[in-house]
């Protein structure tokens, strides 16, 4: 039977000083990307000290939650395969196999710890936050900055609450400049935020497409800080009926484009399938108003509020779609079924 090898050495303190200090980094270089005479490459760099900052921190704090510097070690280190043995009188007995590695716990790992030992983060934002970061390593540099904003912007009251509550310590005192940095910057998001929203409301935006505004990106630099352009508001253009011409521009790079499509594509997002993995269409374009938003299963458009006038066939009852108003309440199967038996009657 394989025997198991001792398992890496864990210096606790190390690893909280590597976290402390990949944050400071991250910070430093989102300064610089931010810059209008940075380097916009910095912007992926920022993402990837932030983020392995913040995973450094949250291992710190779990392996503070056990005295033996060999059982933190064990709860940070990527344990051996488990694998079964005979146990000599015709049972079997799990026994680990090899050594721990020395690569740490992922993210997913991390979360699990968590719970076990009852340690409270926003996880919503943490996924959200990896999500960012692997999609920002695809893209070229200078197309990140506006999602580098917002990655610092909402880690700002993870982090806060982590280290406050969780570590029991002072964000200001353990992080220093590169804290008050974060914390300029998050009031700066908020409250620009709060301002693009007050702006649209004179914009008249559809009801339904209300949420995919905010869900909108500035093409140009990825960032959701987008307002009506005044141009628009001073020709009395509103979203609803001039879609066509009514613009939007990005705070924070100053990019403009129409508002319309970038709704549009949001909501597209939400809604993508793959139908090689047996998924189906759930959006498409509404008969009505011709735009991208009629809600299949809902069976209305987001954009002008059209509802299907037959929503079910009247014989047996199956769901109808915009291309089945004109059998005046059939699915098509019956539709056919009666014009066929009328041709013949």
Same mark, same amino acid.
């Given at each position: 039977?394989?025997?198991?090898?001792?398992?890496p050495?864990?210096?606790?303190?190390?690893?909280?000083?590597?976290?402390?200090?990949?944050?400071?980094?991250?910070? &430093?270089?989102? @300064?610089?990307?931010?810059?209008?005479? $940075? #380097?916009?490459?910095?912007?992926?760099?920022?993402i990837? =000290?932030? /983020?392995?900052?913040?995973?450094?921190?949250?291992?710190?704090?779990?392996?503070?939650?056990?005295?033996?510097p060999?059982?933190?070690?064990?709860?940070?280190?990527?344990?051996?395969?488990?694998?079964?043995?005979?146990?000599?009188?015709?049972?079997?007995?799990?026994?680990?196999?090899?050594?721990?590695?020395?690569?740490?716990?992922?993210?997913?790992?991390?979360?699990?710890?968590?719970?076990?030992?009852?340690?409270?983060?926003?996880?919503?934002?943490?996924?959200?936050?990896?999500?960012?970061?692997?999609?920002?390593e695809?893209?070229?540099?200078?197309?990140?900055?506006?999602?580098?904003?917002?990655?610092?912007?909402?880690?700002?009251?993870?982090?806060?609450?982590?280290?406050?509550? &969780?570590?029991? @310590?002072?964000?200001?005192a353990?992080? $220093? #400049?590169?804290w008050?940095?974060?914390?300029?910057h998050? =009031?700066? /998001?908020?409250?620009?935020?709060?301002?693009?929203?007050?702006?649209?409301?004179?914009?008249?935006?559809?009801?339904?497409?209300?949420?995919?505004?905010?869900?909108?990106?500035?093409?140009?630099?990825g960032?959701t800080?987008?307002?009506?352009?005044?141009?628009?508001?001073?020709?009395g253009?509103?979203?609803?009926?001039?879609?066509?011409?009514?613009?939007?521009?990005?705070?924070?790079?100053?990019?403009?484009?129409?508002?319309?499509?970038?709704m549009?594509?949001?909501?597209?997002?939400?809604?993508?399938?793959?139908?090689r993995?047996?998924?189906?269409?759930?959006?498409?374009?509404?008969?009505?108003?011709?735009?991208?938003?009629?809600?299949?299963?809902?069976?209305?458009?987001?954009?002008?509020?059209? @509802?299907?006038?037959?929503?079910?066939?009247?014989?047996?009852?199956?769901?109808?779609?915009?291309?089945?108003?004109?059998?005046?309440?059939?699915?098509?199967?019956h539709?056919?079924?009666?014009?066929?038996?009328?041709?013949?009657?």
């Open positions: 039977m394989a025997t198991q090898r001792p398992m050495r864990l210096d606790a303190a190390k690893l909280r000083e590597n976290a402390l200090t990949s944050i400071r980094l991250g910070v &430093e270089d989102f @300064e610089r990307c931010r810059h209008p005479a $940075g #380097d916009p490459a910095r912007a992926l760099s920022a990837r =000290n932030l /983020f392995a900052g913040v995973l450094l921190l949250f291992k710190y704090k779990i392996a503070t939650c056990v005295d033996d060999a059982n933190a070690a064990a709860l940070i280190f990527n344990p051996p395969e488990v694998l079964p043995h005979s146990d000599g009188e015709g049972g079997i007995a799990w026994v680990p196999v090899g050594k721990f590695r020395p690569t740490t716990i992922d993210v997913g790992t991390i979360q699990k710890r968590f719970e076990a030992f009852e340690i409270d983060v926003d996880w919503d934002v943490i996924e959200k936050l990896q999500a960012c970061r692997n999609h920002l695809h893209l070229h540099p200078a197309h990140t900055l506006g999602e580098v904003a917002e990655f610092v912007a909402e880690l700002f009251p993870v982090l806060r609450d982590f280290i406050q509550t &969780e570590l029991e @310590e002072s964000p200001a353990i992080l $220093g #400049d590169a008050q940095l974060m914390l300029l998050h =009031n700066f /998001f908020v409250d620009t935020t709060k301002r693009c929203e007050e702006a649209w409301s004179e914009a008249y935006v559809p009801e339904g497409m209300e949420p995919w505004l905010k869900e909108s990106k500035c093409p140009e630099c960032s800080l987008l307002a009506p352009a005044q141009e628009s508001l001073d020709a253009d509103t979203v609803e009926r001039n879609d066509d011409r009514f613009k939007a521009i990005c705070i924070a790079c100053g990019y403009t484009d129409l508002v319309a499509p970038l549009v594509v949001a909501l597209e997002n939400a809604h993508s399938y793959d139908p993995d047996g998924g189906e269409a759930s959006l498409e374009g509404c008969n009505q108003c011709g735009r991208g938003a009629f809600l299949i299963y809902e069976q209305s458009c987001l954009w002008c509020a059209a @509802e299907l006038e037959y929503t079910e066939c009247e014989m047996c009852e199956e769901r109808l779609g915009q291309e089945d108003q004109h059998n005046g309440g059939l699915c098509s199967y539709a056919h079924s009666y014009e066929k038996f009328m041709r013949e009657d």
